[in-house]
């Protein structure tokens, strides 16, 4: 399995936005991610890739567990992420210009 989350769960100063979620995706498989603002969607991405770190349950890339800042890292090579805001891009405000940067 490429990605897994077992029993996931963060916040933000005391409000549950993930609670207890279980998800896994196989390679090659594509999933569409749709809710009202607020319900989750850039959190639980944002858990994905490290930038945001579950209070309870655990994130697995390609079966192992991530929990530090290097495992994290490794989680970032095979898995991708653009930001829903421009001004969050790396270092310059587009997509394109990050990437030929």
């Known amino acids: 399995m490429l990605l897994e ?3 996931v769960s963060c916040g933000y100063e005391g409000r549950e936005v993930l609670k207890n979620l279980d ?3 196989e390679p090659g498989q594509r999933v569409g991610l749709a809710g009202h603002t607020g319900s989750g969607k850039t ?3 944002r858990t994905i ?3 945001v770190r579950p209070d309870a349950g655990q994130v697995l890339v390609q079966g192992r567990v ?3 800042d290097a495992d994290f890292a490794q989680a970032r090579r095979v898995l991708g ?9 790396l270092f310059c ?3 394109l210009e990050d990437v030929a940067f």
């Open 81 to 89: 992420y653009l930001f829903q805001h421009p001004d969050d891009q």
């Open 49 to 51: 890739m490290g930038l």
């Open 43 to 45: 959190t639980l991405l």
């Open 5 to 7: 989350l077992r029993g």
């Open 66 to 68: 991530c929990a530090r």
């Open 93 to 95: 405000p587009t997509v």
């Open 23 to 25: 998800l896994g995706l």
